[in-house]
């Protein structure tokens, strides 16, 4: 028996300021009919897919920040993805920035379904980066200063065949944002990211932006028994250079396709998500060999203590 969901991680070129959301959404429905044509049933779409990645910035007018917020969705101008993609029989995720009727600000994804209806949400809640203003750097890292943390921890969603979950770029450094899905019997993560190459307070690491990017998804994919499907902004947005390197890891770990550009590219793969059982049922059986009680440090406490404390 096998059950193939055909995915498309849509890895999209940069994004300048001047770009409108009409400009984008075109692009990101040539992506969608080159997924159609290849029969996925599923597009990936990055985080924060409709502008620049503004968190870059230190802004103080509000109007210019709301700017890059949607207080709907589908809106007007995101109307033609829902649209296209219903008339194609094709499901998508989307990243974007989620300003709600309350005035609540998230780093959002949807999943949405082959009837163009929205079916799951998920709002980051590792947000990089810092709140105040640091000039210093040469691209700050506002994410803490324009998003609250995400309110709806992370879940899974029965959808194409499967269960699937969605996390949100520096979710994938830890751990927990895997295994929290992992222990709802996951099968498939997509995940959207903007990573710059440059991290101004630890510039040692930069040589090593693709390979942390990869250690993190194949860890997780591996240790959880799931697919992963991780979708970058790639490119030189704004003078800012943002790793690419999207990826689908199947739950062996090992990466099946792989994108080569920084710039607008698809890669397709039919994941079969029956790969999952055979790690679900033996080396990561979870029922047979998580020891939860000792794990309570996990969720006591947030901050490493010293050695003995
Ligand atoms: N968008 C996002 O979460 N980017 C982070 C950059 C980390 S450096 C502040 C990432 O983990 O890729």
Not at 44 to 72: C, G, K, N, S, Y
Not at 245 to 259: F, L, N, W
Not at 285 to 297: A, I, S
Request: aromatic share 10%; proline share 5%.
């Amino acid at each position: 028996m096998s059950r193939i969901v055909t995915v498309g991680a849509a890895q999209m070129g940069p994004i300048q300021r001047a770009h409108s959301r009409r400009e984008v959404v075109a692009r990101m429905v040539e992506l969608m009919r080159e997924a159609a044509s290849h029969r996925c049933d599923l597009v990936v779409f990055p985080e924060l897919t409709l502008t620049t990645f503004f968190p870059r910035w230190w802004m103080e007018d509000q109007a210019e920040i709301d700017a890059f917020f949607e207080r709907e969705m589908p809106s007007n101008e995101t109307a033609p993805l829902f649209t296209e993609a219903k008339r194609l029989g094709i499901g998508f995720s989307l990243g974007y920035a989620e300003l709600t009727p309350e005035g609540r600000r998230f780093n959002t994804a949807i999943l949405v379904n082959k009837s163009a209806e929205i079916g799951g949400k998920y709002r980051k809640i590792h947000l990089p980066g810092h709140a105040g203003h640091e000039p210093w750097r040469a691209f700050q890292h506002l994410e803490k200063r324009y998003f609250e943390v995400g309110d709806l921890s992370w879940g899974t969603w029965n959808a194409f065949g499967g269960a699937m979950g969605m996390m949100i770029c520096n979710d994938r450094r830890w751990p927990e944002s895997y295994r929290v899905m992992g222990l709802q019997s996951v099968e498939m993560i997509l995940l959207g990211y903007n990573t710059p190459r440059h991290n101004p307070p630890a510039p040692d690491h930069d040589r090593l932006s693709e390979f942390h990017n990869q250690l993190v998804m194949q860890a997780g994919a591996y240790q959880n028994g799931t697919w992963v499907v991780g979708v970058a902004k790639a490119g030189v947005e704004e003078g800012c250079e943002m790793i690419g390197g999207s990826s689908i890891i199947a739950p062996t770990g090992e990466v099946i396709g792989q994108a080569l550009t920084q710039d607008d590219e698809l890669v397709v793969a039919r994941c079969d998500l029956d790969l999952t059982k055979s790690y679900k049922a033996t080396t990561f059986n979870f029922d047979m060999h998580r020891q939860p009680d000792q794990y309570r440090r996990i969720v006591e406490q947030r901050g490493a203590v010293k050695a003995g404390g």
